[in-house]
Protein backbone atom coordinates (compact mmCIF):
# COMPACT_ATOMS: atom_id res chain seq x y z
CA UNK A 1 0.00 0.00 0.00
CA UNK A 2 1.22 3.56 -0.98
CA UNK A 3 1.84 5.42 2.24
CA UNK A 4 0.06 8.96 0.79
CA UNK A 5 -3.57 8.13 -0.22
CA UNK A 6 -4.98 11.53 -1.96
CA UNK A 7 -6.81 10.74 -5.10
CA UNK A 8 -6.06 12.92 -8.15
CA UNK A 9 -7.91 16.53 -8.16
CA UNK A 10 -9.63 15.58 -11.19
CA UNK A 11 -10.79 12.44 -10.23
CA UNK A 12 -12.46 13.94 -7.28
CA UNK A 13 -14.05 17.03 -9.55
CA UNK A 14 -15.55 14.46 -11.92
CA UNK A 15 -16.87 12.09 -9.32
CA UNK A 16 -18.60 14.92 -7.34
CA UNK A 17 -20.19 16.36 -10.22
CA UNK A 18 -21.10 12.86 -11.53
CA UNK A 19 -22.74 11.87 -8.04
CA UNK A 20 -24.64 14.92 -7.99
CA UNK A 21 -26.45 14.42 -11.45
CA UNK A 22 -26.82 10.65 -11.51
CA UNK A 23 -26.55 9.02 -7.93
CA UNK A 24 -29.15 11.15 -6.22
CA UNK A 25 -32.02 8.58 -5.71
CA UNK A 26 -29.61 5.41 -4.79
CA UNK A 27 -31.84 3.05 -2.58
CA UNK A 28 -30.03 0.90 0.44
CA UNK A 29 -28.69 -2.61 -0.34
CA UNK A 30 -25.37 -3.96 0.56
CA UNK A 31 -22.65 -3.69 -2.14
CA UNK A 32 -19.58 -5.84 -3.17
CA UNK A 33 -16.52 -4.05 -3.53
CA UNK A 34 -14.24 -5.98 -6.77
CA UNK A 35 -11.03 -7.60 -5.32
CA UNK A 36 -9.33 -5.01 -7.31
CA UNK A 37 -9.98 -1.71 -4.88
CA UNK A 38 -8.34 -4.07 -2.09
CA UNK A 39 -4.58 -3.54 -4.33
CA UNK A 40 -4.88 0.63 -4.46
CA UNK A 41 -5.68 3.14 -1.30
CA UNK A 42 -8.11 5.04 -3.64
CA UNK A 43 -11.83 3.61 -4.42
CA UNK A 44 -11.77 2.87 -8.11
CA UNK A 45 -13.83 4.75 -10.03
CA UNK A 46 -16.06 1.45 -10.89
CA UNK A 47 -19.72 1.11 -11.61
CA UNK A 48 -19.83 -0.65 -7.99
CA UNK A 49 -18.08 2.31 -6.17
CA UNK A 50 -20.29 4.55 -7.35
CA UNK A 51 -22.88 3.33 -6.17
CA UNK A 52 -21.43 2.72 -2.66
CA UNK A 53 -20.55 6.27 -2.49
CA UNK A 54 -23.94 7.74 -3.49
CA UNK A 55 -25.38 5.52 -0.97
CA UNK A 56 -22.85 6.46 1.71
CA UNK A 57 -23.73 10.28 0.56
CA UNK A 58 -27.57 10.07 1.00
CA UNK A 59 -27.17 8.56 4.43
CA UNK A 60 -24.94 11.10 5.48
CA UNK A 61 -26.24 14.12 3.63
CA UNK A 62 -27.40 14.38 0.37
CA UNK A 63 -25.57 17.71 -0.55
CA UNK A 64 -22.33 16.18 0.80
CA UNK A 65 -19.27 15.98 -1.24
CA UNK A 66 -16.72 13.62 -1.54
CA UNK A 67 -13.51 15.04 -1.41
CA UNK A 68 -10.58 11.80 -0.69
CA UNK A 69 -11.06 8.17 -0.42
CA UNK A 70 -8.97 5.74 0.67
CA UNK A 71 -8.43 2.22 1.41
CA UNK A 72 -6.85 -0.17 4.20
CA UNK A 73 -7.76 -3.14 7.01
CA UNK A 74 -8.84 -0.51 9.61
CA UNK A 75 -9.45 -2.76 12.01
CA UNK A 76 -7.06 -5.44 11.39
CA UNK A 77 -10.00 -8.34 10.61
CA UNK A 78 -7.78 -9.35 7.23
CA UNK A 79 -10.49 -7.20 5.44
CA UNK A 80 -10.09 -4.04 3.13
CA UNK A 81 -12.18 -1.04 4.38
CA UNK A 82 -12.80 2.24 3.13
CA UNK A 83 -12.22 5.91 4.11
CA UNK A 84 -14.11 8.59 3.38
CA UNK A 85 -13.42 12.33 3.60
CA UNK A 86 -16.71 14.56 2.98
CA UNK A 87 -17.86 17.55 3.08
CA UNK A 88 -21.28 19.15 3.50
CA UNK A 89 -22.95 22.17 4.56
CA UNK A 90 -22.93 22.91 8.50
CA UNK A 91 -25.47 25.00 10.39
CA UNK A 92 -22.88 27.99 10.44
CA UNK A 93 -23.18 30.74 8.35
CA UNK A 94 -20.76 33.26 6.32
CA UNK A 95 -20.94 36.78 6.25
CA UNK A 96 -22.03 36.11 2.81
CA UNK A 97 -24.70 34.10 3.55
CA UNK A 98 -23.83 30.99 2.31
CA UNK A 99 -23.08 27.66 4.31
CA UNK A 100 -19.74 27.12 5.98
CA UNK A 101 -18.87 23.65 4.75
CA UNK A 102 -18.06 21.05 7.59
CA UNK A 103 -15.71 17.82 7.11
CA UNK A 104 -16.61 14.52 7.83
CA UNK A 105 -14.64 11.49 8.37
CA UNK A 106 -16.89 8.23 7.35
CA UNK A 107 -15.41 4.54 7.93
CA UNK A 108 -16.71 1.70 6.37
CA UNK A 109 -15.92 -1.48 7.56
CA UNK A 110 -15.75 -4.85 5.17
CA UNK A 111 -18.14 -7.78 6.27
CA UNK A 112 -17.13 -11.56 6.12
CA UNK A 113 -19.18 -11.68 3.40
CA UNK A 114 -17.11 -8.96 1.33
CA UNK A 115 -19.62 -6.71 0.89
CA UNK A 116 -20.22 -3.14 2.94
CA UNK A 117 -23.13 -1.66 4.18
CA UNK A 118 -23.43 2.31 4.35
CA UNK A 119 -26.32 1.87 7.16
CA UNK A 120 -23.26 0.85 9.06
CA UNK A 121 -21.20 3.63 8.49
CA UNK A 122 -19.04 5.46 11.25
CA UNK A 123 -19.35 8.79 10.87
CA UNK A 124 -16.01 11.24 12.84
CA UNK A 125 -16.77 14.70 12.31
CA UNK A 126 -15.26 16.16 15.37
CA UNK A 127 -11.83 14.66 14.51
CA UNK A 128 -11.70 17.27 11.32
CA UNK A 129 -11.91 20.76 13.46
CA UNK A 130 -14.32 23.20 12.73
CA UNK A 131 -16.04 24.43 9.37
CA UNK A 132 -14.87 26.53 6.40
CA UNK A 133 -16.23 29.53 5.15
CA UNK A 134 -15.98 31.01 1.59
CA UNK A 135 -15.69 34.55 3.21
CA UNK A 136 -13.28 33.72 5.83
CA UNK A 137 -9.51 32.81 5.95
CA UNK A 138 -8.66 29.93 3.79
CA UNK A 139 -8.61 26.97 5.20
CA UNK A 140 -6.99 23.52 3.62
CA UNK A 141 -8.49 20.33 3.47
CA UNK A 142 -7.15 17.82 6.09
CA UNK A 143 -4.25 15.75 5.23
CA UNK A 144 -5.60 11.83 5.71
CA UNK A 145 -3.57 8.61 5.87
CA UNK A 146 -4.73 5.03 6.69
CA UNK A 147 -2.91 1.71 6.93
CA UNK A 148 -3.44 -1.18 8.76
CA UNK A 149 -5.52 -0.04 11.84
CA UNK A 150 -4.52 3.25 11.84
CA UNK A 151 -5.47 6.60 11.15
CA UNK A 152 -3.97 9.71 10.87
CA UNK A 153 -5.19 13.51 10.39
CA UNK A 154 -3.09 16.07 9.92
CA UNK A 155 -3.95 19.61 9.37
CA UNK A 156 -1.98 22.98 8.44
CA UNK A 157 -2.76 25.88 10.87
CA UNK A 158 -3.37 29.44 9.15
CA UNK A 159 -0.84 32.09 10.59
CA UNK A 160 2.22 33.70 10.94
CA UNK A 161 4.44 30.46 10.74
CA UNK A 162 4.37 27.25 9.17
CA UNK A 163 2.54 24.64 11.95
CA UNK A 164 0.89 21.22 11.38
CA UNK A 165 -1.36 19.54 13.98
CA UNK A 166 -1.44 15.66 13.47
CA UNK A 167 -3.42 12.94 15.21
CA UNK A 168 -2.80 9.45 15.45
CA UNK A 169 -5.34 6.43 16.40
CA UNK A 170 -5.01 3.28 16.16
CA UNK A 171 -7.51 0.14 16.66
CA UNK A 172 -7.78 -1.23 20.09
CA UNK A 173 -9.49 -4.70 20.41
CA UNK A 174 -10.63 -4.36 24.27
CA UNK A 175 -12.16 -1.04 22.94
CA UNK A 176 -13.58 -2.90 19.58
CA UNK A 177 -12.70 0.98 18.03
CA UNK A 178 -9.57 3.26 17.06
CA UNK A 179 -8.70 5.58 20.11
CA UNK A 180 -5.90 8.36 19.85
CA UNK A 181 -2.66 7.17 21.03
CA UNK A 182 -0.25 10.23 19.95
CA UNK A 183 -1.45 14.16 19.04
CA UNK A 184 1.62 16.50 17.58
CA UNK A 185 2.43 20.09 16.38
CA UNK A 186 5.48 20.72 14.28
CA UNK A 187 5.79 24.72 14.08
CA UNK A 188 8.59 26.05 12.08
CA UNK A 189 9.99 29.00 13.71
CA UNK A 190 13.30 31.12 13.89
CA UNK A 191 14.54 31.23 17.33
CA UNK A 192 16.68 34.34 16.85
CA UNK A 193 17.27 37.42 14.26
CA UNK A 194 20.45 35.88 12.33
CA UNK A 195 19.52 31.69 13.62
CA UNK A 196 18.44 29.67 10.87
CA UNK A 197 14.56 28.41 10.67
CA UNK A 198 13.94 25.01 12.22
CA UNK A 199 11.08 22.91 13.00
CA UNK A 200 10.59 22.26 16.77
CA UNK A 201 7.67 19.62 17.87
CA UNK A 202 4.99 19.82 20.84
CA UNK A 203 4.01 16.38 22.17
CA UNK A 204 0.69 15.88 24.12
CA UNK A 205 1.17 12.79 26.27
CA UNK A 206 -1.94 11.04 26.24
CA UNK A 207 -3.09 10.07 29.65
CA UNK A 208 -6.79 9.92 28.73
CA UNK A 209 -8.13 7.25 26.70
CA UNK A 210 -10.27 9.17 23.76
CA UNK A 211 -12.26 7.27 20.97
CA UNK A 212 -12.62 8.56 17.80
CA UNK A 213 -16.03 8.97 17.52
CA UNK A 214 -16.16 10.61 21.14
CA UNK A 215 -12.98 13.20 20.36
CA UNK A 216 -13.86 16.43 19.70
CA UNK A 217 -10.78 18.24 18.38
CA UNK A 218 -11.79 21.64 19.46
CA UNK A 219 -11.95 20.56 23.09
CA UNK A 220 -8.89 18.80 23.38
CA UNK A 221 -6.81 21.80 21.67
CA UNK A 222 -8.02 23.90 24.23
CA UNK A 223 -6.67 21.51 26.59
CA UNK A 224 -2.99 20.62 25.01
CA UNK A 225 -2.14 22.45 22.03
CA UNK A 226 -0.39 25.84 21.36
CA UNK A 227 -2.85 26.73 18.72
CA UNK A 228 -6.71 26.26 19.54
CA UNK A 229 -8.04 24.73 16.82
CA UNK A 230 -9.94 27.48 14.11
CA UNK A 231 -7.62 29.65 15.60
CA UNK A 232 -4.38 31.31 13.92
CA UNK A 233 -0.80 33.01 15.31
CA UNK A 234 -0.12 36.81 14.50
CA UNK A 235 2.16 37.84 16.62
CA UNK A 236 5.13 36.07 18.26
CA UNK A 237 8.60 36.67 20.05
CA UNK A 238 11.57 34.45 20.79
CA UNK A 239 13.95 36.06 23.83
CA UNK A 240 15.23 34.37 27.59
CA UNK A 241 12.57 35.49 29.03
CA UNK A 242 13.29 33.69 32.69
CA UNK A 243 16.94 34.64 32.27
CA UNK A 244 18.13 30.88 32.92
CA UNK A 245 19.97 30.84 29.44
CA UNK A 246 17.29 28.59 27.58
CA UNK A 247 14.81 30.86 25.08
CA UNK A 248 10.99 30.90 25.14
CA UNK A 249 8.58 32.47 22.86
CA UNK A 250 5.62 34.32 23.56
CA UNK A 251 2.97 33.98 21.20
CA UNK A 252 -0.19 35.84 20.04
CA UNK A 253 -3.51 33.71 18.76
CA UNK A 254 -6.99 34.75 17.67
CA UNK A 255 -10.46 33.00 16.58
CA UNK A 256 -10.56 33.13 12.89
CA UNK A 257 -13.42 35.30 11.96
CA UNK A 258 -16.27 33.15 9.96
CA UNK A 259 -17.92 36.88 9.98
CA UNK A 260 -16.30 38.98 8.23
CA UNK A 261 -14.88 42.11 9.40
CA UNK A 262 -16.35 43.08 12.78
CA UNK A 263 -14.66 44.73 15.04
CA UNK A 264 -16.85 42.93 17.81
CA UNK A 265 -14.60 39.95 16.74
CA UNK A 266 -11.97 41.54 19.15
CA UNK A 267 -13.57 40.79 22.34
CA UNK A 268 -12.77 38.91 25.45
CA UNK A 269 -12.13 35.35 24.71
CA UNK A 270 -11.35 35.97 20.81
CA UNK A 271 -7.65 36.62 21.18
CA UNK A 272 -5.08 34.73 23.05
CA UNK A 273 -1.47 35.19 24.72
CA UNK A 274 0.37 32.34 25.02
CA UNK A 275 4.07 31.32 26.19
CA UNK A 276 6.60 28.26 25.37
CA UNK A 277 9.74 26.87 26.33
CA UNK A 278 11.87 25.82 23.40
CA UNK A 279 14.20 22.76 24.88
CA UNK A 280 17.49 22.14 23.36
CA UNK A 281 16.07 19.07 22.13
CA UNK A 282 13.93 20.53 19.33
CA UNK A 283 10.70 19.68 21.84
CA UNK A 284 8.43 23.08 23.00
CA UNK A 285 6.89 23.04 26.41
CA UNK A 286 4.04 24.74 27.07
CA UNK A 287 3.97 26.89 30.02
CA UNK A 288 0.64 28.54 29.61
CA UNK A 289 -2.32 30.58 27.89
CA UNK A 290 -4.17 33.64 29.07
CA UNK A 291 -7.34 34.89 26.90
CA UNK A 292 -7.98 38.21 28.37
CA UNK A 293 -4.61 39.19 28.49
CA UNK A 294 -5.41 40.99 24.76
CA UNK A 295 -7.92 44.30 25.07
CA UNK A 296 -10.82 43.78 23.07
CA UNK A 297 -12.26 46.38 20.86
CA UNK A 298 -11.98 50.36 21.11
CA UNK A 299 -12.53 53.36 18.62
CA UNK A 300 -9.89 53.97 15.80
CA UNK A 301 -7.03 51.48 14.80
CA UNK A 302 -7.58 49.28 11.86
CA UNK A 303 -11.13 48.52 11.45
CA UNK A 304 -11.16 48.64 15.39
CA UNK A 305 -8.56 46.49 16.23
CA UNK A 306 -6.51 47.69 19.03
CA UNK A 307 -3.46 45.75 18.90
CA UNK A 308 -0.27 46.95 17.82
CA UNK A 309 2.75 44.93 18.81
CA UNK A 310 4.37 42.03 20.88
CA UNK A 311 8.34 42.77 21.96
CA UNK A 312 10.30 40.39 24.23
CA UNK A 313 13.55 41.03 25.56
CA UNK A 314 15.60 39.24 27.96
CA UNK A 315 13.37 38.45 31.39
CA UNK A 316 10.09 40.88 30.12
CA UNK A 317 7.59 40.78 27.11
CA UNK A 318 5.47 43.75 26.46
CA UNK A 319 1.88 44.36 24.85
CA UNK A 320 1.02 47.54 23.20
CA UNK A 321 -2.34 48.47 21.58
CA UNK A 322 -3.50 51.89 20.59
CA UNK A 323 -6.90 53.69 20.07
CA UNK A 324 -9.13 56.98 19.00
CA UNK A 325 -9.20 58.63 16.20
CA UNK A 326 -8.00 62.53 16.10
CA UNK A 327 -6.46 61.98 19.55
CA UNK A 328 -5.01 58.56 20.07
CA UNK A 329 -4.31 57.15 23.07
CA UNK A 330 -1.58 54.16 23.77
CA UNK A 331 -0.92 51.87 26.06
CA UNK A 332 1.47 49.20 26.85
CA UNK A 333 1.85 46.47 29.71
CA UNK A 334 5.03 45.35 30.33
CA UNK A 335 5.64 41.99 32.18
CA UNK A 336 8.84 41.05 33.92
CA UNK A 337 10.28 37.66 35.70
CA UNK A 338 10.30 37.38 38.73
CA UNK A 339 12.73 34.52 40.64
CA UNK A 340 10.94 34.76 43.76
CA UNK A 341 7.52 34.12 42.31
CA UNK A 342 8.87 31.73 39.43
CA UNK A 343 6.49 33.81 37.22
CA UNK A 344 6.07 36.53 35.17
CA UNK A 345 4.13 39.57 36.76
CA UNK A 346 2.68 43.00 35.75
CA UNK A 347 5.87 45.53 36.29
CA UNK A 348 4.31 48.59 34.39
CA UNK A 349 1.56 50.19 32.22
CA UNK A 350 1.81 53.06 30.17
CA UNK A 351 -0.72 55.32 28.94
CA UNK A 352 -0.08 58.09 26.57
CA UNK A 353 -2.37 60.46 24.74
CA UNK A 354 -1.10 61.82 21.01
CA UNK A 355 -2.72 64.26 19.54
CA UNK A 356 -2.26 65.12 15.92
CA UNK A 357 -3.13 68.15 15.21
CA UNK A 358 -0.07 71.25 13.58
CA UNK A 359 -0.01 72.95 16.99
CA UNK A 360 -0.42 70.18 19.51
CA UNK A 361 1.95 67.56 21.85
CA UNK A 362 1.84 64.35 23.15
CA UNK A 363 1.17 64.76 27.10
CA UNK A 364 3.40 62.46 29.05
CA UNK A 365 2.67 59.12 29.43
CA UNK A 366 0.85 57.91 33.09
CA UNK A 367 2.66 55.23 34.27
CA UNK A 368 0.97 52.48 36.82
CA UNK A 369 3.25 50.15 39.04
CA UNK A 370 2.54 47.66 41.55
CA UNK A 371 2.12 49.84 44.05
CA UNK A 372 -0.79 50.96 42.40
CA UNK A 373 -2.57 47.47 41.03
CA UNK A 374 -0.61 44.82 43.37
CA UNK A 375 0.90 41.71 42.06
CA UNK A 376 -0.66 40.56 38.85
CA UNK A 377 0.21 37.19 37.44
CA UNK A 378 0.77 36.81 33.49
CA UNK A 379 -1.93 34.72 33.51
CA UNK A 380 -4.34 36.71 35.50
CA UNK A 381 -4.34 39.87 33.69
CA UNK A 382 -7.41 41.54 32.20
CA UNK A 383 -6.58 43.69 29.92
CA UNK A 384 -10.14 45.33 29.72
CA UNK A 385 -10.66 44.90 33.63
CA UNK A 386 -7.41 46.35 33.95
CA UNK A 387 -8.02 49.47 31.84
CA UNK A 388 -11.58 50.26 34.00
CA UNK A 389 -10.24 49.78 37.47
CA UNK A 390 -6.87 51.77 36.98
CA UNK A 391 -6.63 54.07 33.74
CA UNK A 392 -10.72 55.16 33.12
Not at 40 to 49: A, E, Y
Not at 90 to 114: F, K, M
Not at 191 to 217: C, N, Y
Request: charged share 25%.
Amino acid sequence: MRKRSLGPAVWLIGLAGLLCASCAGASSRAVVIPERTRKTDSVQPGRDSLDLLAQVRDHLDPEARCRWSGTADLNRDGRSDIAYLFQRPGEQVGANGEPCLRSDLVLLLRRSDDTFDPGEAIVAGGVLGGPSCADSLPKTLPNLKVATGRISVAENVTGLDSMEQKLDFEWMDDEATWVATRAQERWRLQTGVKSPWRWVRHEVEMAQTITLEDFDVGVFSRKHFLVWRGWRMFARKVADLDLDGQPEVVYATEAIDVEGFDPKRFANGSRSLGLAKLLSTGEVQPLGANDKAIGGARTGGWLGDPFSSLEAGPGWFSLSDMSGAGTKLSRQQTFRWSKPERNWLLFETSTQVQIFHKDGADEPPSILTPEKFGKIPWTDYDADDFTRRFEN
